[in-house]
């Protein structure tokens, strides 16, 4: 490598300095742009940290039959069951049946077919009320 002493103001000084202030400032805007997108990401509450999710009052009249009608559960799932499989969701002792046959929420993770599933607060919801004894209060 050579190096060759330029004149102050010459074509070449300027070229080699409009290269150095390119260089330097794709380098700052890689620098900024690493610093502040590194710590762009989503993350859900309720994932990292559980709130938001009551499981420990749920009841029958007041949590699961407003679920089951509000996410149109009933649609497909009330009597006669000539769709959901024969599942019957639209009275209390056919969803005690499913409870004591451990089928009531064995398939909430991917119900309704037609609507959004059932959010993973909801299932818990349905499992806890499962779980504690599947009163009908």
Excluded at 38 to 61: A, I, P, Q, R
Excluded at 70 to 86: D, E, F, R, W
Excluded at 106 to 113: E, F, Q, W
Aim: hydrophobic share 40%; proline share 3%; glycine share 8%.
């Amino acid at each position: 490598m050579r190096f060759v002493w330029l004149k102050s103001g010459s074509r070449q000084e300027i070229h080699i300095t409009n290269i150095v202030m390119k260089t330097m400032s794709l380098f700052l805007f890689l620098m900024f742009f690493v610093l502040t997108m590194g710590g762009c990401y989503y993350d859900v509450e309720e994932e990292l940290y559980g709130v938001g999710c009551e499981t420990s009052n749920v009841t029958y009249s007041g949590t699961v039959v407003p679920m089951l009608e509000s996410n149109g559960c009933l649609s497909c799932h009330a009597a006669p069951a000539t769709a959901g499989q024969g599942v019957v969701l639209d009275n209390y002792e056919s969803i005690l049946s499913l409870v004591q046959q451990n089928r009531f929420v064995s398939g909430a993770d991917r119900m309704p077919s037609s609507s959004p599933v059932l959010s993973d607060c909801d299932i818990n919801k349905l499992k806890a009320w499962a779980d504690a004894g599947a009163s009908n209060n």
